[in-house]
């Protein structure tokens, strides 16, 4: 693992304790000065856009992987949100900023051809289930989209919240979702 890469997950790992941890903290974490963190990254701000866009990449690579692990519309779509929870988790203090009104998002990553075509094939997941009657027509893709995403940020501040078992939270959240779109 390159060093760039090395302050990046120790970055994840210290900011999803302590978003407010100091520099230093992140430094000590690789087992580095924190001068030599600073020729990577000269500031906080860039050290955090280096770490959403270390996100993106999971996010983009998680999804592939979901789309491609099977042809069954209904299991890609489980799987595509589980891969969403993951993900969020995953990099918690970054939904938790990116959650915020007052904050100026960050533009995304350019996006290569077979994530575009992934998150395609997600756009043709639910008409091709309304097809098939799991999913009522009257409902608007649109509506499952946000409600899809809204999910995800649900069940991230659930886990956050210790209340509900780990081992549980991501079957609760595909069964609420699957409920909330008319799915048996």
């Known amino acids: 693992m390159d060093t760039r890469q090395k302050i990046v997950d120790a970055a994840i790992t210290v900011l999803n304790e302590d978003f407010s941890a100091p520099l230093d903290r992140i430094a000590e974490k690789t087992d580095l000065s924190r001068r030599t963190l600073h020729r990577y990254f000269p500031d906080r701000t860039e050290l955090i856009e280096a ?41 918690i203090f970054l939904h938790k900023l990116l959650s915020q009104p007052d904050v100026n998002k960050p533009t995304g990553v350019p996006q290569n051809a077979s994530y575009e075509a992934a998150r395609d094939n997600w756009f043709q997941l639910v008409p091709e289930l309304q097809r098939r009657g799991l999913i009522s027509e009257q409902v608007n893709v649109t509506w499952i989209r946000l409600l899809f995403t809204q999910m995800v940020s649900v069940t991230i501040q659930a886990y956050q919240s210790g209340n509900i078992a780990q081992n549980d939270i991501k079957k609760l959240a595909w069964y609420s979702f699957r409920r909330s779109i008319g799915m048996e």
């Open 51 to 91: 770490c959403r866009q270390d996100m993106m990449q999971t996010w983009q690579t998680a999804i592939l992987q979901a789309c491609n692990s099977t042809q069954d519309p209904l299991i890609q779509l489980e799987r595509m949100l589980y891969a969403g929870i993951d993900c969020g988790v995953r990099y």
